[in-house]
């Protein structure tokens, strides 16, 4: 949890996943979605770090305060097709579901070692409000959020940029999420000024994170067994940017669940074509492409070394090759053997804007107000063209797309789209910026790593007083 990247600047996964047959899975097919996240974590965290009644105790406080409903409801939208509405926590976000647990659990350990730690978060939208929401109100906790300055919705950016307190700072940076990715990925890899400062990361690196995202794709697959209890095997449509929940549903397949995953991408879609052909490549690939869909328009989803662990079994030179082949060249091509791995549970689909916001219009017309956002309609996109390309028995499955966000933290194109207009108001700190800028030109690095420092030496010598 405190440590972000591996000591040579991989990024960490357990080596090992429990496995659960079918049967034992089906036994907590009554179990809440509290219950679920209890009852998994407990596989992960030994009880001498936190004994199990502490860590129920935990959970439950957590989606209590934070989830006052349903904190994953499932809408249907046609026969087969159903939405998981992962955005009903405080930011509007699926990354609540996860980030909130995340900022308890870092609360827990603190009280237990008496230090500061500072977190450090880049964005490309959705994380850093969700990142804010889950540490602001902690004890000895500072974090740093690096936000995409115009390429992301005013609602995303009054949610980051508009925090009073002290321990919250936050930068619009003049440049894409993959650019800003690059000196907060540095800072956390340097292990010297890391451990020297406390630094840590809740964005996807924070291994940690991704193993509570696992749980979802747990509630998810029982919910749809109650409700057709002869299922074989569920496809769940995700939209996909740097591949964190993706990774985390493919952990969840290792660990026993019967899913097959459809990555749902925009126009930037590295992804895609990796999945589809074993190519990952950045050439003809050189700039980031604004889409409605801010937060998956990512040219490179680091969680891809994640994904070629688990499909390589374990190679971990093969992969440290991979990665190598692709930090030089900008290209590097995976074993045959690797991609029939991969393609086994996963697939992937491009939805370009135009198709996005017509299923957009499609959905709302044909469930009579139902409204997508632009993130969830990529897995619902995704989904028909996998149902109008396939076979009888396809059509006959069952699919949950992911609902990522909220659709008024896209007001604008929601309203461009539909002419209606949704209101949403959470996880906005005011109406006053209390927000940063890096501006082109300037070394951010040296900047963060500049206030990252003051920050620390205060507390230093707060802790002297």
């Not at 650019?179 to 010297?192: A, G, K, M, Q, Y």
């Not at 950045?282 to 891809?304: E, F």
Request: proline share 5%; net charge neutral.
């Amino acid at each position: 949890m405190f440590s972000g990247y591996a000591a040579d600047g991989g990024m960490l996964l357990p080596r090992d996943l429990p496995h659960f047959s079918r049967e034992a899975i089906h036994l907590w097919k009554n179990r809440s979605y509290t219950e679920l996240v209890s009852e998994i974590l407990a596989y992960f965290i030994h009880e001498n770090e936190i004994p199990r009644q502490t860590l129920k105790q935990i959970v439950n406080a957590t989606f209590q305060k934070k989830f006052p409903k349903d904190p994953l409801p499932m809408v249907q939208l046609e026969e087969g097709v159903w939405v998981a509405e992962m955005f009903h926590g405080p930011t509007g976000a699926f990354k609540d579901l996860s980030l909130c647990l995340i900022g308890s659990l870092i609360e827990y350990f603190l009280s237990k070692r008496s230090r500061n730690v500072i977190v450090v978060v880049g964005t490309s939208g959705d994380t850093g409000s969700s990142a804010i929401h889950a540490v602001k109100d902690v004890k000895n906790v500072d974090i740093f959020v690096l936000y995409p300055n115009g390429r992301i919705s005013s609602i995303q950016e009054k949610q980051m940029a508009t925090h009073p307190e002290p321990n919250v700072h936050v930068y619009a940076v003049d440049g894409t999420s993959d650019d800003l990715d690059v000196p907060c990925r540095n800072v956390l890899s340097d292990i010297e000024f890391r451990d020297k400062h406390h630094l840590v990361s809740i964005n996807s690196p924070n291994v940690c994170r991704i193993l509570v995202q696992t749980i979802h794709f747990f509630y998810i697959y029982l919910y749809i067994y109650n409700k057709y209890p002869h299922i074989k095997e569920l496809n769940i449509a995700i939209p996909t940017g740097a591949c964190g929940n993706l990774t985390s549903g493919y952990m969840a397949y290792l660990m026993g669940l019967p899913i097959h995953l459809i990555a749902s991408v925009n126009e930037n879609d590295i992804v895609n074509e990796w999945i589809n052909t074993g190519i990952f490549t950045l050439k003809g690939r050189q700039n980031v492409i604004p889409t409605i869909s801010p937060a998956v328009d990512i040219l490179v989803p680091y969680n891809w070394e994640r994904i070629l662990y688990y499909i390589s079994n374990g190679d971990s030179n093969g992969v440290t090759k991979c990665v190598k082949d692709f930090d030089t060249s900008q290209f590097a091509q995976i074993p045959p053997t690797w991609l029939k791995v991969m393609q086994k549970t996963i697939s992937s689909y491009t939805v370009t804007q135009s198709q996005s916001q017509q299923t957009i219009q499609t959905v709302f017309n044909k469930s009579k107000g139902y409204i997508l956002d632009p993130h969830t309609s990529l897995a619902v996109t995704s989904v028909y063209q996998v149902k109008e390309g396939s076979s009888k028995e396809k059509e006959q499955q069952v699919f949950v797309c992911l609902g990522t966000a909220h659709p008024g933290k896209f007001g604008e194109s929601v309203k461009r789209i539909l002419g209606v207009e949704v209101q949403f108001v959470k996880g906005i700190g005011g109406e006053v910026s209390h927000c940063a800028h890096m501006k082109k030109g300037e070394n951010w690095e040296a900047i963060l790593r500049k206030d990252i420092t003051k920050v620390s030496q205060s507390w230093k010598q707060n802790s002297k007083l």
